[in-house]
């Protein structure tokens, strides 16, 4: 490996374990990144599930203050069933027609957490839900972004952030503390797999796991100390960003 691509695979870690820790989208610095050094897309891909994984644990550790660890035991056999269908899609079927879809997603789920207010006098407050339908829709959240995390996950944290607000009364860094721990378990369930099963480049992963793992802890710690308006409006912006980007490479 030149020593170039190694300071471009540490740079992009550190990124990326950040910018997952506080917002989600990492995998939109780490993947090109991959792209870069040569490797083709579905290694990269896979190359950059089992990097960026480590930084999914210490954003968990930088955020476990925060954590109400009450909805964890019902909520991470849901994550690991829908974490495993993901990575079975993405390496039994062909992805472009999904990279049609996955631009719309981010951006819908941008747009859900700049109106989330609003959307909320629609469906209904968290705290006016019986307790059934939160339940329900907890797990519909987790199933769905498992999922999509587990095939690719790039902005996961925008639609988790996004979605869970809808069903769960708690403030951001209280959500965001819940989308680490999902995403960290996506992560976990997408570094076996793929260990089993996928072309994994383990080389690029010894120089971006130890980075995205330093970026995971800082992350975190930033965002305990954000606003929750200014986490909210730092994540609606960073995930709009990310979808313009999935849609301009989706298109040409």
Same mark, same amino acid.
């Given at each position: 490996m030149?020593?170039?691509d190694?300071?471009?695979l540490a740079?992009?870690?550190l990124?990326?374990?950040?910018?997952?820790?506080?917002?989600g989208?990492?995998s939109l610095?780490t993947?090109p990144a991959?792209?870069a050094t040569?490797?083709p897309?579905?290694?990269?891909?896979?190359t950059?599930?089992?990097s960026?994984?480590?930084?999914?644990?210490s954003?968990?550790?930088?955020?476990r203050?925060?954590?109400?660890r009450?909805?964890?035991?019902?909520?991470i056999?849901?994550?690991?069933v829908?974490a495993i269908?993901?990575?079975?899609?993405?390496l039994?079927?062909?992805?472009?027609a999904?990279?049609?879809?996955?631009?719309?997603?981010v951006l819908?789920?941008a747009a859900v957490?700049?109106?989330q207010?609003?959307?909320r006098?629609l469906?209904?407050h968290?705290?006016?839900?019986?307790?059934?339908r939160?339940?329900l829709g907890?797990h $519909?959240?987790?199933? !769905?972004?498992s999922?999509y995390g587990g095939? /690719? *996950?790039?902005?996961? &944290?925008v639609? %988790?952030?996004?979605?869970l607000?809808?069903?769960?009364?708690?403030?951001?860094?209280?959500?965001s503390?819940l989308?680490?721990?999902?995403s960290a378990?996506?992560?976990?369930?997408?570094?076996?797999v793929?260990?089993?099963f996928g072309?994994i480049?383990?080389?690029?992963?010894?120089?971006?796991?130890?980075?995205?793992?330093i970026?995971?802890y800082?992350?975190?710690r930033?965002a305990?100390r $954000?606003p929750s308006? !200014?986490?909210?409006?730092?994540?609606?912006? /960073? *995930?709009t960003?990310? &979808?313009?980007v %999935?849609?301009?490479?989706?298109?040409?």
């Amino acid at each position: 490996m030149e020593v170039a691509d190694i300071a471009l695979l540490a740079i992009a870690g550190l990124a990326a374990g950040t910018v997952n820790a506080i917002a989600g989208g990492g995998s939109l610095i780490t993947f090109p990144a991959l792209l870069a050094t040569g490797l083709p897309p579905v290694a990269a891909n896979v190359t950059n599930t089992t990097s960026v994984f480590p930084g999914y644990l210490s954003s968990v550790y930088g955020s476990r203050a925060d954590l109400d660890r009450r909805h964890l035991p019902r909520l991470i056999p849901t994550a690991v069933v829908a974490a495993i269908l993901g990575c079975a899609l993405l390496l039994l079927t062909p992805a472009k027609a999904f990279d049609y879809v996955v631009p719309f997603l981010v951006l819908g789920a941008a747009a859900v957490l700049a109106f989330q207010d609003r959307l909320r006098r629609l469906v209904g407050h968290p705290r006016t839900l019986s307790p059934r339908r939160r339940v329900l829709g907890l797990h $519909l959240v987790v199933f !769905v972004g498992s999922l999509y995390g587990g095939y /690719f *996950g790039a902005a996961l &944290g925008v639609m %988790l952030v996004a979605a869970l607000g809808l069903v769960l009364d708690e403030s951001m860094a209280r959500v965001s503390a819940l989308k680490n721990v999902i995403s960290a378990v996506g992560g976990l369930v997408g570094v076996l797999v793929f260990a089993l099963f996928g072309p994994i480049d383990w080389a690029d992963v010894l120089v971006t796991a130890p980075a995205a793992l330093i970026g995971g802890y800082v992350g975190a710690r930033v965002a305990r100390r $954000l606003p929750s308006v !200014v986490l909210k409006t730092v994540i609606v912006v /960073f *995930g709009t960003v990310v &979808g313009l980007v %999935l849609l301009y490479r989706a298109f040409t």
